[in-house]
């Protein structure tokens, strides 16, 4: 069974930085459950071969297990706490990072008619489903390569492709699909979260970020939340605290000039927001930051 020599290949070569030695390829090995926690969830598509995990965005709440994938097609403010994961059983999960490009160059050599039809709307940023057979089996075989390094250069390409053509022909095609669509929903709402996330500390007007998206101001709110589960202004607050909760686990005793350096004027309303989002002061979960090592919080498992 492909998930059984799955979960083999991922334990074997698990690494503690998650890196391996294919291009944009990861593999997380977690023992234990820890609290939720915020990071940013790349855009990648997340296979799980032991453990489960549960992945808040804005308002909706996406829980996958072994046998499933997560694809996020937008990098997303998320919240993530692994469900299932021990010593004697740890969360094992393959990643691959998402390239607009290489998912462009499969729709333009796709034939006409090799691609299910999309449906109106724009999808979310986020999407799960059961993995197919076919899907596992690509990604076994990508991974038995770091095994076979003298055939990494010539075949690690060829099942990467693979599994992007898998993912864009399944059960989340159209959020995947439009990562190669240089005029989709998707694409225009990226543009606009690139600009924010780039300018985060900076007051903007919605309109002037929806012109910049090529979108009408109407189009541009209803895309973005379709995406992002959330308002633009409410993402641009997400990016704030979690930047600030970085600077602060390297500047603890710097409270109020890290909140002015993403962009509050207000201390009171830094501390406020901020313990709302993490459960604590920002003097207080900076020291407990120092304290503890966290397993990254992304959509890997």
Sequence with gaps: MPLEELRGLLARHARPDWTTALDGVLISRIDRSEPPAPSMSGMVLAVIAQGSKRLALGDRLYEYGAGQYLVASVDL?????????????????FGLRLEPSAVAGLLLRAGPGDTPRTGGGTPSGIAVSDAPAALLDAVVRLLRLLDEPRDRAVLAPLFTREILWRLITGDQGATVRQLGLADSGLSHVSRAVGWIREHYAQPFRVEDVARMAGMSVSAFYRNFQAVTAMSPIQFQKQIRLQEARLLLAAHPGDVTGVGHRVGYDNPSQFSREYRRQFGAPPSEDAARLRRAVRAPAGVLP
């Design 77 to 93: 403010p998320v919240t993530g706490q692994f469900t299932q994961a021990d010593p004697e059983q740890p969360a094992l999960g």
